[in-house]
């Protein structure tokens, strides 16, 4: 689903769109940037003349093995210095890489790799205990266009991608001094990635990013946040997933010449750590993993006053949560409302501390374009809640090989209905207020699950909350309130309900059933996962 020509032109001529491929740019940033440190993952440091050099063996090595420009690879890789290596390494191929998530399971891997013919499976050999090798095997098998099972680690009966960067490097010498090869890399308007959608229906969905907008997307979002040479990010959330990957992230990191640091795991005891050894600045979290943050802050004793930002996104930061991190963490937040489809809306660092805490941001580009509009498409009053439509230089105008869900999911005017409800302040931030799908409908009357979270929120014996509708025979769908509960706290559904009242919630908003919980079910990126809940309780 290309973007219209005169669109393209504008987006050119404006700067948005530069002529440069991510393996392109990696070659820039080694010659300004060599020996500078790039990735650090474990007792693993690679500078940027390493992580160049590397991208090139296993590139050449690839296309040894037959694959490149086109072929879709699954990479399926927790937070590892291959990621980035095989990354930039299939950007220079003009491969594609569809970029799984570690929590994906054969559900998930096996749609990605039918739905993208893939060529090649991407895993690590174990990864927290889980082998990955016995389902490549299976996959392998059974799915035609599969030939590889590449592995970072132990191979097992499979090719290791050392091996392979091996192999490429011996190649590379034999043809050292010969002319390059004539080999035709990708353009900018070329895909790069394949993102897989965070949508909450059906089965998710593959994003194609372009070259040109993906390296628009980490760029401005690097100049957001201030990045500069001497920043240290740190990738807590899974890398694959667009927000720790380019918002700004990996490569936002990486084209100002900062230092990246992976971390295995998000959770405070292991990335407590890696802030203080490596005077971390900049971090992202979704906000149930900044609430242990902010909770772990209080009794661990670790060094972190080299933060300086925190991004949070995802998912509504509530207030409460976002008033606590700079106390708790000695940095500044930033909230972050974005979506693997493009938009990308952040508060700014100069921003009132009021829209900070209330609001998730506002968009990253001039040319983004942002509608407001209610249920048949047309625009809201100014202030008022609608569904977020948008278009602009780094959002999507279809997803890849959806042809039918492609012709409701856009406007015909190649807006991206995104499905969130939000409003909008005369400052053009946005504070979203829930998903047009996400509203129950109890007896007749619509029910705004987000309006209710936040109401749950403002109780002292609340620390998460997420409100579902289940079926129900008589009222149609009933208002179930899940919560965590602080420690120590105690709550009835009649007491909750009685609280609720008091505040001036509507009757009809009421939930019919509490559920409190240890904890709340999470998605592959670490957010509420309110599918599962839903299909936990109605069981
Ligand atoms: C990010 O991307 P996805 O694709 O995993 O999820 C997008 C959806 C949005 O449509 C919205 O429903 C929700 O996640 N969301 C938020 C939010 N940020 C994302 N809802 C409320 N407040 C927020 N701050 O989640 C993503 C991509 C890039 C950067 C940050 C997040």
Not at 307 to 315: I, K, M, S
Not at 348 to 368: C, W
Request: glycine fraction near 10%.
């Amino acid at each position: 689903m290309p973007v219209p020509a005169e669109a393209a032109a504008r987006y050119r001529a404006e700067g948005y769109w530069r002529d440069e491929t991510l393996g392109e740019l990696l070659r820039g940033w080694a010659s300004a940037y060599g020996a500078s440190t790039a990735i650090v993952a474990g007792e693993r440091g690679l500078t940027y003349a390493e992580l160049d050099a590397e991208a090139d063996d296993l590139a050449a090595g690839l296309r040894e093995i037959g694959i490149g420009a086109g072929d879709r690879v699954v990479v399926h890789l927790p937070n590892r210095a291959e990621l980035v290596t095989v990354l930039f390494a299939l950007a220079r191929l003009g491969a594609v890489p569809v970029l799984a998530l570690p929590a994906h399971r054969r559900t998930e891997i096996e749609h990605f790799a039918r739905l993208s013919d893939a060529v090649a499976y991407l895993i690590p050999d174990v990864h927290e205990g889980h082998d990955h090798r016995p389902l490549a095997g299976e996959l392998l098998a059974e799915v035609d266009s599969l030939r590889h099972v590449l592995v970072a680690g132990e191979p097992g009966p499979f090719t290791a991608l050392a091996d392979l960067a091996a192999r490429g490097a011996a190649a590379r010498a034999r043809t050292a001094g010969a002319e390059e090869p004539p080999t035709a890399g990708p353009t900018a308007a070329d895909v790069a990635v394949l993102l897989i959608s965070g949508g909450t229906t059906g089965k998710p969905k593959l994003i194609p990013r372009t070259h040109q907008d993906y390296a628009y997307n980490a760029r401005a979002s690097a100049e957001v946040c201030g990045l500069s040479a001497a920043d240290v990010y740190l990738a807590a959330l899974p890398a694959a997933h667009n927000f720790p990957l380019a918002c700004p992230g990996i490569l936002g990191t990486l084209g100002v010449g900062g230092t990246v640091v992976l971390a295995p795991v998000p959770s405070p005891d292991v990335a407590f750590g890696l802030v203080a050894r490596h005077r971390v600045t900049v971090t992202a979290l979704v906000p149930p993993l900044a609430r242990l943050w902010v909770e772990a802050a209080a009794w661990e004793r670790a060094d972190l006053s080299s933060l300086r930002l925190l991004q949070v996104g995802g998912a509504k930061l509530d207030e409460e949560l976002a008033r606590r991190v700079t106390p708790a963490l000695g940095c500044a937040l930033q909230q972050v409302f974005g979506m693997a489809e493009g938009l990308l809306n952040y508060t700014r660092l100069d921003d009132p501390d009021e829209l900070v805490f209330t609001t998730q941001g506002r968009p990253l580009a001039a040319a983004d374009e942002v509608r407001v509009v209610d249920s048949a498409g047309a625009d809201v009053a100014p202030g008022e809640v609608g569904e977020l439509w948008t278009r602009g230089p780094y959002t999507i105008r279809g997803y890849y090989r959806a042809a039918a869900h492609n012709a409701t999911a856009f406007s015909p005017d190649g807006y991206y209905r995104s499905g969130d409800l939000v409003r909008q302040l005369p400052t053009g931030h946005l504070v979203v207020e829930g998903r047009v799908k996400d509203v129950i409908n109890r007896a007749g009357e619509s029910v705004a699950t987000g309006e209710l979270e936040d109401h749950l929120l403002g109780h002292s014996a609340i620390t998460q909350a997420a409100v579902v509708g289940l079926a129900d025979e008589t009222l149609g769908e009933s208002i179930c309130a899940v919560v965590t509960l602080s420690p120590g706290g105690e709550l009835t559904l009649a007491a909750l309900r009685g609280y609720l009242v008091e505040r001036g919630v509507a009757r009809f908003k009421l939930p019919d059933r509490l559920v409190a919980l240890d904890t709340l079910p999470l998605t592959a990126v670490g957010k509420i996962d309110k599918k599962e809940l839903r299909g936990r309780l109605e069981r």
